[in-house]
């Protein structure tokens, strides 16, 4: 499972970050600590939904993403993405708050999940999107990808990052196509 963001206290409650506070959200609740260096991230390995589950934050930025999917090619070449992953990410096309499921697919603009599929030299790698909305009129997307939430989006979180959380350990317990006929 990876999350995607920016790595550095200044991104750390940024839109463009969510990716990483889904996945440190699942981490806690199944009790895995992010505390291991490699494949360019920070990781824990542990177990959810009763199976072998490695929860990945790349540390590479956001727009090079898949770098952290090249160094786990090196250690495990025969790793599926197709089978064994999602990647969690944000998304403009989406009302703050809301997520969909998907098993394939392009990156949709975001460079995140476009270095990935570069990596995977594939687009059938399952993903939850987290919505984050659209920037106000007249504020540039880089400014607000990566702001903060406001305070009305703040108050939709918790539940929002709660939701997205069971849907990832139904993903590891289920596979993608369950995952998205009950939380999409």
Known sequence: MLGLGNPGE?????????GFQVVESLARRVGIALT?????????QGLCAGKPTALVLPQ????????????????YPEFDPSRRLIAVYDDLDLPCGQMRLRASGGAGGQKGMASLIQSAGSES???LRFGIGRPPEG???TEFVLGPFSPEEVALLPRCIGKATEALEHFVEFGIDSAMNHFN
């Open 125 to 127: 790698i399952p993903r």
């Open 36 to 44: 291991g260096r490699r494949w360019a991230s920070l990781h824990g």
């Open 139 to 141: 504020q540039g997307v």
């Open 60 to 75: 590479t930025f956001m727009n090079r993403s898949g770098e952290a999917l090249d160094s786990l090619f090196e250690d």
């Open 10 to 18: 200044e991104y750390e409650r940024t839109r463009h970050n969510i």
